[in-house]
């Protein structure tokens, strides 16, 4: 079955030496708690890769009309969030499936019960250079839609540009004569260690992958390596 993930990381550095195996010792010692309204829950290592979740629970407010008095009244409720994410110290990503916002959220909560200084930095994206180590990786990459941020036509008109590509040497020439402007690229990618699958390039923090649910990881695993 075919699975569309976006990923959003960042880079991820200790001050301190440190290890997944201390990190989620650290994320079972702070579960979510009613007082504090957050924590963490389901810390576990698998490959070299701490996953977890935060739990957050936000206060906010609804209306509901009111038969008796004919008029709307506020209602104070709480909205939980579950927030999965992934740490991988070999690459020095920190990563989720869901939105900045999200991974911001659990950013802030591990500066808060990790001891010693936490260092994040955005991931830029280059997409000529993803392409080129998956193609060293024998990964082969056919390029099939580039957007353009500025894109300038006969030095007389510029402007957001978005182009479906049928011949991959042409997306590969846009791509050379726009390398400082490309905002965003997508690849079909055929491997003989894996199905066919389809890679969308963001060039900030985050990229998205279409693929066969069973060959996710693989890709993911690999992705990793090459823009580390």
Request: with cysteine; charged share 25%; glycine share 4%.
């Amino acid at each position: 079955m075919q699975k569309k993930v976006s990923v959003t990381l960042n880079r991820i550095s200790f001050q301190e030496k440190t290890d997944v195996v201390s990190l989620q010792k650290i994320l079972s010692e702070n579960p979510y708690n009613e007082v504090s309204g957050i924590g963490f829950s389901k810390a576990a290592v698998f490959e070299n890769v701490l996953e977890a979740v935060l739990i957050k629970r936000t206060p906010t407010s609804l209306q509901e009309f009111d038969v008796k008095s004919s008029s709307f009244v506020q209602r104070n409720i709480f909205v939980f969030e579950e927030i999965s994410f992934y740490i991988d110290l070999i690459n020095g990503f920190i990563y989720s499936f869901a939105s900045m916002s999200k991974l911001n959220k659990v950013k802030s909560e591990l500066k808060n019960i990790i001891r010693g200084k936490i260092i994040y930095e955005n991931l830029v994206l280059n997409p000529q250079k993803v392409i080129n180590e998956l193609s060293m990786a024998n990964f082969d990459c056919s390029i099939s839609e580039i957007v353009i941020r500025k894109f300038v036509y006969l030095k007389g008109a510029q402007g957001k540009y978005s182009a479906r590509v049928f011949d991959s040497n042409v997306g590969q020439q846009i791509i050379e004569e726009y390398s400082d402007e490309i905002q965003k690229i997508t690849v079909d990618v055929s491997s003989n260690f894996c199905n066919d699958f389809v890679l969308t390039i963001s060039t900030n923090n985050s990229f998205v992958i279409k693929s066969n649910e069973d060959d996710f990881f693989y890709i993911l695993d690999n992705l990793k390596i090459q823009i580390k």
